[in-house]
């Protein structure tokens, strides 16, 4: 027959019925869901704009769910007004939140990518639950139909309030089972098929979910765990800094694969993925962790890279950082046992510590990061007119990861960069309070590179840049402040102490405890004791441990595959003829220093491996701090350990090299 308007009466079985039933159907918990490949929006990219439809989905928590339903209803009880409700926090320590109104997930602490939700009431023939808008229309007219009825022409076709993608009808035929349609010109027989489950030929089943919440396969975990897998298996994890390395300096020599790395790429796309479905435990069912140690981490060099490769991600190496630490502290009994110590409830499985990520590089418009002509100064060029195009990619690398060196050197340019950080740590500060109103412990900074140096005169100008918390222990790691503060012909000093007659400049760092932790291969890293003291110059700095064998930066370079100049003498390189010897610290000297750190040491290498030479292994060396599960023991050890005043500091003393 003829496809007539709905409108009309059409005398086909059960199309339509002249008495609708309307009930309250009986669910069990609703699941929630958010999408995972495919972004809503993306960080420091205003012009980005989704290729398509997300078709990877990730579950809540069975309590995120609870509480995302809980909200959700009251919104809509409250005829879609309520304000109090718009947002629920969700997913690993609540760092995410969703905004129940707009049904986005978005990071709590960070500006990050925001994801598409999704209530699981309708899934289509993948499992993958519908978008909101057409699963809310599919439920208004389910909850009118009456499936025990024995009435031939009750209603089970309904035409949809506009067009799904290509989809106009959808049929119901039973409790759980309908078929989304472009069309009816089959008519009766049509129909027929499709109330017998013969299926559509142009159309698209989709089922509701069961009275567990969920639909016949949960094929969105079974992907998130396939990944996880996936990832687990490599030797390094995409994502991190190091990689691109091991990427990009083959170009140097010519041999570069012509690709686009560019914002937008799909292999941009899937470390995104990645990160949002296994960076965080999205399954966890525990309460909000009780944190007694809040960290905020400050990046350095190279960050520019991110707005080019979307998997150099800050956010994505804090997370690494957040899962060191629970791993090491998962393993140690030592670490637990300074917890339980204190009188911690949860100390067999909570360190007490959360790490937040600071980016501050987007936020501030660099003439030097644009390609096109200078708005403020029309008559300059842009640096890409100033590239010389031999060696090319290593032009690229060095001029991304040193060009905000020379920026901060530029008085311009450093007090926008100083502002911009204070800024970012009191918002973060503030925006954790306000979340967290019960927590009342310890915050913590760590900086990376250039990240350091920021935080350091942070701290040594509070006067100027006044951050409004105090801060306990403060770590630098990859450093370069040594060498900075050496051109500024400035020492250290604590800020306890009364400045001593210098010529020298002096600045005091508003900080309990003050670390410099470096790789003994790495370029960037300088020592800081030679600045408190002279002397310290003939010291060794202190060793940190191995936390466990073969998961250091050592390892990794043999597991990245990093070149090695084997033409080095092994004895070159460990340093074998050179005699050492432990004495004790002057005790004024050691003073200066306990002042500082209340270990009497500011310096502290991650021990050297006879493997880490190169110059690409020195490069890697400089990016994978926040990857090493010694940094990450060493931290937590550090933090948890209850520190008694020294009576006197022991230090390695290295005297010249011996002559056979």
Known sequence: ??????????????????????????RGPVLWYYASDVPLTKPHDPSYKPSKPASKFVKFSASDCERLERAFQGWKESERKLEDVTSVPVNEDFLFQVDVPKMELKSTYWRGPTYEVRRGVWFDSSNVPLPSELSAELERYYLKLDFESEDENAQD??????????????VFTDKRTAYLLPHLDGGDLQLK??????????????TRAGDD?????????????????????????????SDLISWELPGVFGTSKDKDT?????????????????????????????????????????????????????THTVNVLRSNLKKVYSESKQLKKLNKEKGADDWKDNSGIQVLPITWRHTIGFQTDATKPNDEYPELPTLADITLNGILGLRRLLGDIALDILLYEEPFYRERILSEVQKHLNNAYHLYKERNPEFNGDIHLIGHSLGSLILF????????????????????????????????????????????ETSANIQKPKCENLYNMFHVCDPISYRMEPLVDLSMAKYQPAIINHWSTGEGIASRVMEIGGSILKDI?????????TKKEKSMLPLDIAQRLMNLNHNGRLDYSLTPGFLEVDIISAAK????????LDIAGFILKEMLTKHNRRHHVIATKENLPSID
Do not use: W
Not at 229 to 239: D, K, N, V, Y
């Open 569 to 577: 003498p092994v004895a070159a390189i460990k340093g074998s003829n």
């Open 457 to 500: 005169d942070i701290l040594c100008e509070q006067d100027r840049y006044r951050l409004d918390f105090n801060v306990k222990n403060f770590y630098c790691i990859g450093s370069p402040i040594g060498v900075f503060k050496l051109i500024q012909r400035t020492k250290i000093q604590a800020a306890c102490e009364e400045e001593r």
């Open 213 to 241: 919440g969920s639909p016949p396969m949960d094929v969105a975990t079974t992907a998130k765990k396939k990944i996880e897998t996936g990832i687990q298996s490599r030797a390094a994890q995409l994502g991190n800094i």
């Open 621 to 628: 060396a400089h990016v994978s701090y926040f990857e090493d």
């Open 193 to 206: 098929l499709l109330r017998a489950n013969f299926g559509a030929l142009q159309g698209e089943k989709i």
């Open 157 to 170: 076709v309904f035409e949809l309030s506009h067009c799904y993608g290509k989809y106009k009808l959808v």
């Open 1 to 26: 027959m003829l496809r007539r308007p709905l409108t009309c009466l059409v005398r086909s079985q059960r199309y339509f019925c002249s008495t609708i039933v309307i009930r309250t159907a009986k």
């Open 262 to 314: 560019t914002k937008g790429t799909d292999d941009g796309s899937n470390v995104l993925k990645r990160e949002i479905e296994t960076d965080y435990d999205s399954q966890s069912t525990t309460s909000r962790r009780k944190i007694d140690h809040l960290v905020f981490c400050v990046h350095g060099i190279g960050q520019n890279l991110g707005k080019k490769y979307e998997y150099v991600n800050f």
